[in-house]
């Protein structure tokens, strides 16, 4: 406590400068874009992993940090990720609602009652004030991913939905403009919010059939991948429907009877055979688009039976399969892709404090951008590829044995292969900064983005990286990026 304290003196005294110093917003868009234009576009989100997840994870699978492929990435910055407003549908009124203060962020006065417990049944005393200000006025997936996608800021719920309840264009349909094709690929439903959020339009990521209807219907998307079959569950094991709802994940009992009689503009696979087929280029195609549902109903192996690690689902593929066979559909066109690949189940780990699973979804995740980077390499390098690698906010603030004493108290290693000692401080999403690593034609832009400062990260052990930009930035830099209004048009 006694340390905490004196941090925290010299922290605010540099906290004070920064708030003086002005907020000038550099927004990335297609006129002011210079340079080359990257080939082929990849955003990888790790849903709702905070700081120390991505540490979590590094501690198991190397003992220490910066043995991540993203770790050699040249451009890492911080981002805000708040929403315009915490509705959960439009309010019609364009003011923003909520903030990220820094200051609030990392205070170390006495936090007051406790937040959350709705997941989890259980309490989780706001023990200094900075663990109570970044428990308030968190974004959902569907908020952020429309901010990722579309760039811009609006309601809770809101699938690429503006605050007054008009649909926006987002990152998919600006790259269809331009030729590209695009793909969506998540380890959750293919319908969930951030998938959906490149793939659909919807007033609310809840009318799950509504979404997937759009998807698979009309079909933006060259590819779509990840699970909600529901013709099994959780477990992998086949089972017979319980009703419509059973559907819902691919857009209802009609579209999912279309989708595997072959009237629809997809060729629909399922099996992990033909996954793996397909990310090694072996599987015959009859149709250019690919929908690919895994056997399994609500995450290929977050919500299976048992505890811990290990005795995962036989019948589904890793994400990193997933992405390979994403990335063989999408490559074949010669003016390039979009690919969103979100491992969504991190979030779901999150959630239910289940930090052995959270490790292990994390590190499926890390598979997946290693897979991904070895792609590019044999594809292009990073003067064609753009890859962004980040997620959507925080959760479960995950801090230190010892943080309900020690403020921000970071994880504690205990060495490859072993979980490290945490403290679950939380059970739903937060307002904190969050990382993002990239590489490629206007990764640099994000530096340039971020304009803002925040003093108090190395308080919790996030290094010397303080500057930071919004998540907004991001779709606006995807949008840009995928756009061709200044390719000429001869030839
Ligand atoms: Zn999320």
Request: hydrophobic content about 40%; overall charge neutral; some cysteine.
């Amino acid at each position: 406590m006694e340390l905490s304290r004196r941090r925290f003196a010299l922290l605010s005294s540099a906290a004070v400068a920064t708030l003086a110093a002005p907020a000038v917003i550099r927004v990335a868009s297609a006129a002011t874009w210079s340079g080359p234009r990257p080939k082929n576009v990849i955003l990888m989100i790790s849903d709702g992993a905070g700081y120390h997840t991505w540490n979590a994870a590094s501690y198991f699978e190397f003992g220490k940090l910066g043995e991540q492929v993203y770790d050699r990435f040249p451009v890492k910055t911080l981002m805000t990720t708040y929403p315009l407003n915490t509705s959960s549908k439009p309010t019609n009124d364009p003011t923003p609602r909520v903030s990220y203060d820094p200051m609030a962020a990392w205070s170390l006065a006495p936090g007051q009652g406790d937040l959350g417990g709705e997941i989890t049944k259980k309490k989780y005393p706001n023990y200094f004030a900075g663990y109570e200000y970044v428990k308030k006025n968190y974004t959902d997936s569907a908020a952020a991913g429309t901010a990722l996608a579309a760039g811009i800021k609006t309601y809770n719920n809101s699938i690429n939905f503006d605050n007054n309840g008009k649909p926006v264009k987002m990152v998919a349909e600006f790259a269809k403009a331009a030729g590209k094709s695009t793909g969506v690929v998540s380890s959750v439903q293919i319908s969930h919010a951030t998938p959906a959020a490149f793939a659909a339009h919807n007033i609310s990521r809840n009318n799950y059939a509504e979404i997937g209807r759009e998807m698979i219907e009309e079909g933006l998307c060259d590819v779509i991948m990840g699970a909600g079959h529901p013709m099994f569950d959780d477990d992998g094991m086949y089972r017979a429907p319980a009703g419509d709802k059973a559907f819902q994940y691919v857009g209802g009992p009609d579209t999912y009877f279309k989708a595997v009689t072959d009237r629809t503009t997809y060729q629909w696979i399922e099996t992990k055979a033909q996954f793996e087929r397909l990310a090694k280029g072996e599987l015959e195609l009859k149709k250019p688009k690919v929908l690919g549902v895994a056997q399994v109903h609500t995450t290929l192996q977050f919500n299976r039976s048992g505890q811990g690690m290990g005795k995962l689902v036989p019948n589904v593929p890793d994400l990193a399969t997933m992405s390979l066979a994403a990335l063989q559909v999408l490559a074949k066109n010669e003016r390039g892709f979009f690919l969103m690949i979100e491992g969504g189940a991190v979030d779901w780990a999150a959630h239910a404090n289940d930090t052995a699973r959270l490790v292990e979804e994390q590190i499926d995740f890390n598979r997946a951008v290693r897979a991904v980077v070895g792609w590019i390499e044999r594809n292009g390098g990073f003067a064609q590829n753009l890859l962004i690698v980040t997620t959507d906010h925080g959760n479960g603030m995950l801090y230190g044995p010892e943080s309900d004493r020690f403020a921000f108290q970071p994880i504690v290693n205990k060495g490859k292969g072993q979980l490290p000692e945490v403290t679950w401080h939380y059970d739903t999403h937060t307002n904190e900064l969050v990382p993002v690593w990239a590489a490629g034609p206007g990764a640099e832009q994000l530096v340039q983005l971020s304009t803002r400062e925040d003093p108090h990260t190395a308080l919790a052990g996030w290094g010397e990286q303080r500057r930071y930009h919004d998540i907004t930035d991001i779709g606006r830099l995807l949008i840009a990026a995928v756009s061709t209004e200044q390719r000429a048009s001869a030839n």
